[in-house]
């Protein structure tokens, strides 16, 4: 019975299953608010915790999915070269908006932390929110901080910019297609990109540039800046 | 089976729509990104392997339905990728237990920040751009 249960095979399996209910409830449902994601986080957690089992032997199944993360990054490749194509008129105004955006993006994330001298690990944890999951998972990792911590932090971003987004937008006036759905993929990622589609294609095209384009520049530019932030605020 | 005949099946299987040979391919460019993080580039091995796939896209060097079913698959499941590193925040909760709420604050106000600047930043300058380009047509 414990091989049983500490088996990958049972924990891949949970996980695929919690994922499937909890599309389904998401469907039914229809908020970002209960984001499938967070569901299945919460309910193997529950389980786990249940059943006293600790998260490396869980992670023994996790880490066969969580492998995927990297080439999905790559995938990533596909619609940046298809989106770079239709929207090449406009590619030096996205460029230009992505790189101010990004380094916005970080520093506006970190000073808070910084000024009432939170951990550095959270720190470096929270500064790539704004990217897709497995590219500011890499970018956390390798600055010294902690992925998982990070896959939290992106997902809450996604799900509140994707809620506050367009409210906010149309409040200070942006009516321009491409800069609304370019904003909520910039802000926040995949789950912003899916709520600038229910808008319209053209929204939903800059979303995704916008995840891709904001995945590189911030890649780039985050261990620059929190190498200036903590000299400025040494933790 | 010849080490030839193994050649033109994965060439084959790479010429068509196929998800393996789609899946070696994002693999094959993973694995050159992490070389170069390893060797030379200070960027994430992912991204690299994103930036050389976009260049071998766009170059048309490589076919976008070389790739595309593998691609979709894993785009379109990409939230589920991200379980099991987000069930690791069961063992660092009470790392963050103390500073919640400024993460809370900060999420939200830095969130805030970006959709408005990115939004009217990208309204004016998409803007400008389009106005060039009028000018020019003329």
């Known amino acids: 019975m414990n091989g049983f249960l500490t088996s990958p095979v049972l924990w891949v399996t949970l996980s695929l299953l919690f994922y499937v209910g909890a599309m389904r409830i998401y469907r039914v449902v229809g ?57 090449r008129r406009q590619a030096p105004a996205l460029v230009a908006t992505v790189v101010a955006g990004s380094a916005v993006g970080v520093v506006s994330a970190v000073l808070p932390l910084l000024l009432v001298g939170a951990g550095e690990s959270i720190i470096i944890s929270l500064a790539p929110k704004s990217v897709t999951t497995p590219i500011a998972m890499s970018v956390a990792e390798r600055g010294g901080g902690e992925p998982s911590l990070t896959a939290a932090f992106v997902v809450m971003t996604g799900i509140f910019g994707a809620v506050v987004g367009p409210i906010v ?67 | 089976m010849t080490l030839l005949d193994r050649g033109v099946v994965l060439s084959h299987s790479f010429g068509h729509d196929n998800m393996f040979g789609g ?12 070389l170069l993080a390893a ?52 063992v660092h909760a009470s790392t963050i237990a103390d500073s919640w709420a400024i993460i809370a604050a900060a999420i939200v106000a830095s969130t805030l920040i970006v959709i408005v600047f ?21």
């Open chain 1, 31 to 87: 908020t970002p608010l209960l984001h499938p994601v967070l569901l299945t986080i919460a309910a193997l957690i529950a389980v786990l915790t249940v059943l006293e089992i600790d998260y490396e032997t869980y992670n023994e199944g996790g880490r066969i999915i969580s492998f995927f993360l990297g080439p999905s990054v790559v995938a990533l490749g596909v619609p940046l070269a298809e989106r770079i194509r239709e929207l």
């Open chain 1, 169 to 235: 937008l149309r409040i200070v006036g942006v009516r321009d297609r491409v800069a609304f759905g370019f904003a909520l993929g910039a802000a926040s990622h995949g789950i912003g990109t899916a709520r600038a589609l229910e808008n319209g294609r053209t929204e939903g095209a800059a979303g995704s540039l916008a995840i891709c384009l904001n995945g590189i520049a911030t890649s780039i530019l985050t261990p620059p800046i929190l190498a200036l932030l903590f000299w400025l605020w040494p933790v």
């Open chain 2, 23 to 34: 899946l070696a391919i994002l693999l094959l460019f993973l694995a050159i990104g992490e």
């Open chain 2, 39 to 90: 060797l030379l580039v200070p960027l994430p091995g992912n991204v690299i392997g994103m930036i050389l796939l976009t260049g071998a896209l766009l170059s048309g060097r490589l076919t976008v339905a070389s790739v595309k079913r593998a691609s979709d698959l894993l785009l379109d499941n990409l939230a589920f990728l991200f379980v099991p590193p987000g069930v690791g925040i069961m």
């Open chain 2, 118 to 138: 990115v939004g009217t930043l990208q309204q004016r300058l998409g803007r400008v751009g389009r106005a060039q380009e009028d000018e020019g047509e003329m």
